[in-house]
């Protein structure tokens, strides 16, 4: 079974700032996919950004961009120039690519909150 | 506008009076699923489809039953609610293929079991 591991509960960052949240998985499966959400204050899941696990080179999203380190299992979302906006709880998320099967593992979530 | 939709958005109920939340999407979408939001625990998925009338068990489908007779309604019954099933509910589909594609996900109900 796969789980997904966020270590950081709550994070704070100053606007204008980079903050990284970290995600760590664990799974025998060579190729999957990796997502990470946002959730703000409304509850609607957002996704921000998604990472192919044959793929080495790490997404970008305009202020969103990933580390993805495969052999290490992990996957962390970096946000930079960091906005009010961007405050919400973030979700790393783990998928694997296997034809008909889609069950879908979520991390905890890590709270951001960007300050003024 | 492509959306997935949730009835209600908010419910209180007593322990064991049966209800069902309705689930429906626009896009025509084969995959569907449900997720229940706790604190400190994340989204965990309860029970997924993979297209009318194919559906598997989630990480914690103890308590609840779907169906999916159309392709674009996936409702989750509650035969007997209780306490421990208060949470927020998602709903969420995709296109069947490749696990890349993301979910596109429901405004959430939020439920309290008294």
């Known amino acids: 079974a796969q789980t997904v591991t966020q270590s950081q509960p709550e994070m704070s960052v100053q606007e204008a700032e980079t903050v990284t949240l970290s995600c760590t998985y664990d799974t025998s499966e060579n190729n999957y996919y990796l997502f990470w959400y946002k959730q703000p204050p409304s509850r609607q899941m957002i996704l921000v950004i998604r990472q192919e696990a044959y793929k080495q080179q790490n997404a970008t999203e305009n202020r969103f961009s990933v580390n993805f380190q495969k052999a290490a299992k992990s996957f962390s979302l970096k946000i930079s120039d960091s906005q009010l906006g961007d405050t919400a709880m973030y979700f790393c998320a783990f998928n694997r690519n296997s034809g008909g099967y889609q069950k879908v593992t979520f991390g905890t979530g890590t709270k951001l909150q960007v300050i003024p | 506008e492509a959306q997935v939709t949730q009835n209600p958005r908010y419910l209180i109920t007593v322990t064991g009076k049966k209800l069902t939340v309705t689930c429906s999407q626009n896009?025509?979408?084969?995959?569907m699923s449900w997720y229940r939001q706790d604190p400190g625990l994340g989204l965990r998925q309860i029970y997924y489809s993979m297209n009318v009338e194919v559906t598997d068990k989630g990480d914690v489908p103890e308590g609840y039953k779907v169906s999916r007779k159309e392709k674009r309604n996936f409702p989750l019954i509650l035969e007997s609610p209780s306490p421990n099933q208060t949470s927020l509910y998602f709903c969420?589909?995709?296109?069947?293929?490749?696990?890349?594609?993301?979910?596109?996900f429901g405004p959430g109900t939020r439920l309290l079991v008294l």
């Open positions: 969420a589909s995709k296109v069947a293929g490749p696990s890349r594609e993301t979910q596109y």
């Open positions: 896009m025509n979408h084969e995959y």
